[in-house]
């Protein structure tokens, strides 16, 4: 069966692209999109060349961790344009093309496959380092269409929270990426320790250790922990991504540490 005009339009759009990496998370609420922004974040203020989509048709949040809710997109000779954030970074949501920003998208399967698809045909992308990929909780049908639809990438990072209720639909992500031949690049642990501002002391609110002992069960990296910082909410609340707004602190550094194995993707060219 040869390609239709779109799945061409996909191949030549990818192209462009050196690589590819999906964010993930087996369960929704353990910071998966504040991962994902803040990673690419990482790579564009390195000086890569970064787009970021957001592939959550039903609950688009990256616009808010950027604070660029509400903004119209332009077209351009047939192709839309993402929307650029400084130099390096350029983002595409389904939040842009919503009327109002508490519309519902009420989809089936094949109507989520086919904007996935225009995301990857129609968005005037560019020459990118990486396309770094937010992808919704679980693995349904947006993770499973941008994985087929994208062709070759470098792999998935995969997010928890470390108590055993997160990391059982972890473990099923891991299985979900074999079956589908993606690399896992490896875990990020998030909320892993609550640091009092007051007197100091560190407290385990969901237990820790659960992400480096899944890793090391399923022999894949611990890419880092995250710590709860009441920062990291007010800064995404905020909109203004907290690795920009808080360098240096523990959780920005720890942060660099996960992006670290990334850039060094683009090294190896």
């Not at 968005?123 to 990118?128: A, K």
């Not at 079956?179 to 690049?185: F, G, I, S």
Request: include cysteine; glycine fraction near 10%; proline fraction near 6%.
């Amino acid at each position: 069966m040869s390609d239709t005009s779109d799945d061409v339009k996909v191949k030549e759009r990818m192209s462009t692209i050196k690589h590819k990496v999906m964010v993930l998370s087996g369960k929704g609420g353990v910071g998966k999109s504040t991962v994902a922004v803040n990673l690419a974040v990482s790579l564009a203020s390195a000086g890569e060349k970064v787009g970021l989509l957001d592939i959550d048709i039903h609950g688009p949040s990256v616009p808010k961790l950027l604070g660029v809710e509400g903004t119209q997109l332009q077209g351009s000779e047939g192709a839309i344009e993402p929307l650029k954030i400084g130099n390096n970074l350029s983002v595409m949501s389904i939040a842009f093309l919503l009327r109002q920003s508490d519309d519902a998208v009420i989809w089936r399967g094949p109507l989520k496959y086919k904007m996935i698809k225009q995301f990857l045909s129609d968005v005037h992308w560019g020459e990118l380092d990486y396309l770094i990929v937010d992808s919704p909780p679980g693995t349904g049908d947006e993770p499973l269409s941008i994985v087929q639809l994208m062709g070759k990438a470098d792999g998935a990072i995969i997010v928890t929270t470390p108590q055993s209720l997160a990391i059982v639909d972890v473990r099923k992500c891991v299985s979900f990426c074999r079956k589908l031949n993606l690399p896992v690049l490896g875990v990020v642990e998030n909320m892993s320790w609550f640091v009092c501002p007051k007197c100091g002391e560190r407290t385990e609110i969901f237990k820790t250790g659960g992400g480096e002992a899944m890793a090391s069960d399923m022999n894949i990296p611990l890419l880092g922990s995250l710590p709860i910082d009441p920062a990291i909410v007010t800064a995404s609340d905020d909109g203004k991504p907290f690795v920009s707004l808080y360098a240096g602190t523990e959780a920005a550094n720890a942060f660099a540490k996960i992006s670290a194995p990334i850039l060094k993707l683009n090294k190896k060219d």
